[in-house]
């Protein structure tokens, strides 16, 4: 489905898709990017097919959730700029753009407030046994016990998986709980992590030592099933999960499998490993975890605020006018790869 408030096309005009939106429209982009000249056509890809012919002739592409691969770039013939709506760009083959010399931008910065009090808001929901005090209390239950047994959240452990500024800005936030903060982050320098009061340990290390596991991996080849049976084995006893982080970074099933046995206590997931939001069609009945009480699963939604929406709208549709426009962009995924093969 296209967006009706779309002018005619013409083709002497740069053509920007917006491959897909859950904004309500498209205006905060179509004011950026019309100022320079281009023309914006708002889609509703749920497949990749959806983007092939409008592929043909864009000089831009933007996208949220649909995915950008080889088949959509193989057929890109003027694009200049792939332009993501978030940090993110795993939905997008960024090999195959740097191939055919397209330059691939993001979002940064954006959100990181969001995703840590989204973070910490989980793992404090969790900790207090909260939900367990809300079904309880429905039911005509007062009392305390309804949710033992609750730990002193000062002097246990934390671990963070993932220390860049969200990481960063979850330690911040879990210290004024008194909790000490662990970090696995291969690629920090242990002075950085030092300076943001958290120890640098090796993944072996947070998995036995920490009582809170917060999950802030982004996701690559390495990082699908960060966590799985192995790692669940290796945790303490009654350990919390949050992840908000990717989804397929958790096995669900082997979570499910850890949860239900008893092993850990409970999790919290911002993004369930099949990334609903990235499917045509979706059913909670699909993934047992849902069945849970003892995991709490919000939409993908650590991310949003009023205002970091209209941040990442407005710097995306920026990165696209600044490549057309042939100035610098802000944030970009591909650019040394693109400079290394044209010096070649």
């Not at 990749?48 to 013939?77: H, P, W």
């Not at 900790?127 to 959240?153: E, F």
């Not at 084995?233 to 979570?255: E, H, Q, S, Y």
Request: charged share 25%; aromatic share 8%.
């Amino acid at each position: 489905m296209s967006d009706t408030g779309a002018t005619p096309f013409r083709s002497d005009r740069p053509k920007v898709v917006i491959t897909d939106y859950d904004y309500g429209d498209v205006d905060v982009e179509r004011a950026i990017l019309e100022k320079v000249g281009a023309q914006v056509i708002a889609l509703q890809a749920k497949t990749e097919a959806d983007l092939f012919e409008a592929a043909k002739d864009c000089a831009a592409m933007v996208n949220q959730y649909a995915r950008i691969g080889s088949e959509t770039i193989s057929r890109m013939q003027n694009c200049e700029v792939i332009a993501r709506y978030g940090v993110g760009v795993d939905i997008v083959d960024v090999k195959a753009a740097t191939d055919r010399n397209i330059l691939v931008t993001n979002v940064q910065n954006y959100c990181t407030e969001e995703v840590a009090d989204h973070a910490i808001s989980l793992w404090l929901t969790l900790a207090r046994k909260l939900p367990d005090y809300d079904r309880a209390t429905h039911k005509g239950i007062w009392q305390w016990q309804s949710g033992k047994p609750i730990n002193r959240l000062r002097g246990r452990t934390m671990g963070v998986v993932s220390f860049g500024k969200i990481g960063q800005a979850i330690a911040a936030r879990a210290r004024a709980f008194g909790v000490n903060v662990i970090a696995f982050d291969p690629f920090l320098p242990e002075a950085v992590a030092q300076e943001h009061g958290a120890e640098l340990v090796s993944k072996a290390d947070l998995l036995a030592r920490s009582d809170y596991i917060l999950m802030q991996a982004p996701m690559t080849p390495e990082t699908r099933y960060f966590l799985s049976d192995a790692e669940f084995a290796a945790m303490k006893p009654g350990a919390i999960l949050v992840n908000t982080g990717r989804g397929p970074t958790v096995d669900n099933k082997a979570l499910y499998r850890a949860l239900t046995d008893g092993h850990l206590c409970s999790a919290g997931l911002d993004d369930p490993e099949e990334e609903p939001a990235k499917r045509a069609s979706w059913d909670p009945a699909d993934n047992p975890i849902f069945t849970l009480p003892n995991v709490l699963v919000t939409p993908h939604a650590a991310y949003y605020s009023e205002e970091s929406i209209m941040a990442a709208r407005t710097i995306a549709a920026t990165q696209v006018a600044k490549v057309l426009t042939g100035q610098k962009p802000d944030y970009t995924v591909n650019a040394q790869a693109l400079a290394a093969t044209a010096a070649q």
